[in-house]
């Protein structure tokens, strides 16, 4: 069983990332980390048996008691339950206030196996130290070595993880970093290339990603504006009806020129259709600034390497809702905006 979840005890949050139970053997086991530090704890019936804790950590892990709560909430209250009773150990290894400065300090994270058992005659359990610190990145992450990139990133520079701040990068990717010689970079994290079994060949969506956006910057001058308050925005919860109708003589300009923004991008094998969410071309996603410039995030897309059927769907796809953006939702508003407006 796989699952993730926040845990807070005593005012420190302990993120569970992943974890197992078996019934039958009569066990489970999770990883989580706290304070800057990554542990591994395991649980076995023989160890805790015939202690209180015993009796509500068996239902928890026997698949077939407390039916009326869902598997997830179970496996929820299972971690609960076991964290508890490992916070004085864990107070001791990973004391509060000590946390991750760098994403040096996750890529290199202090981190232990610990088990629960009882202690001595009175039948109480608590968490004992079974091995460690070993040097772990945390959140199970396999780093690669910077040798072993592709080629279009070998003339990219090296900036070195102590120096980057997690702020810049942790769960916002692409992200600002400042490098060695004091200028602003961007950091995008990629995952390792993966084997498709039917093909023989090796997909890397995220490098196939950034050679495509690094290709973007070099060949296509761009004009970057910033979205602040400059931004009008297309459509806006606050926009009045006296707004919208002003600017109805704009949508064929702004029209050409998200077409434009979105052609420019198939050309270089970037579509803002995915698999999973269709096309991400919406009018709250895209942005006009009061000079007529288009913006439009691409924090989802899909690249390829090839004009194959599926390219060619999403570039469908993309003009479709283009069209829809523009020929059906932004006219209706305006209509009935002009309906609202008009006495009767």
Partial sequence: ??????????GVSHAVFRGRHDDRAEECSFRFWRCGKGFEISVHGRDVDHTEFHQLWHQLVDDNSLQNLS???????????????????????????????????????????????KTGTDMRVAAHLVAGPVDKPAYDMLPVHVSDMDTFARNLPVCG???????????????????????????????????????????????????????????????????????QGLVEAAVSAEQLLSLEHKL??????????VTTLHEHGITLTTSEYGSTIHELNIEINQHDQVYMPLSFGTVSIGV?????????????????????????????????????
């Fill in 1 to 10: 069983m796989t699952s993730q979840g926040l845990h807070l005890i005593r």
């Fill in 71 to 117: 598997r997830f909430d179970k496996w929820f209250r299972l971690c609960e339950l076991i964290l508890n009773e490992c916070q004085d150990l864990l107070e001791e290894l990973a004391p509060a206030g000590s946390e991750w400065k760098t994403l040096g300090d996750v890529l290199h994270c202090p981190t232990y196996t610990l088990k629960l058992s």
């Fill in 161 to 231: 993880s102590e120096s980057v701040l997690p702020g810049s990068w942790l769960g916002h990717s692409p992200g600002p970093v400042r490098g060695p010689d004091g200028r602003l970079y961007t950091l995008v994290l990629c995952e390792h290339r993966a084997l498709d079994a039917q093909r023989g060949e090796a997909d890397m969506p995220s490098w196939d990603r950034i050679r495509a956006y690094v290709h973007l910057a070099n060949s296509v001058l761009t004009d970057y504006i910033d979205s602040g308050s400059s931004v």
């Fill in 252 to 261: 064929a300009l702004w029209r050409d020129r998200v077409a434009l923004t």
């Fill in 308 to 344: 194959g059927q599926g390219e060619l769907e999403h570039r469908t796809s993309d003009m479709n809702e283009l069209s829809a953006v523009f020929d059906e939702r932004l006219p209706n508003l305006i209509n009935e905006a002009r309906r609202r407006l008009t006495p009767a």
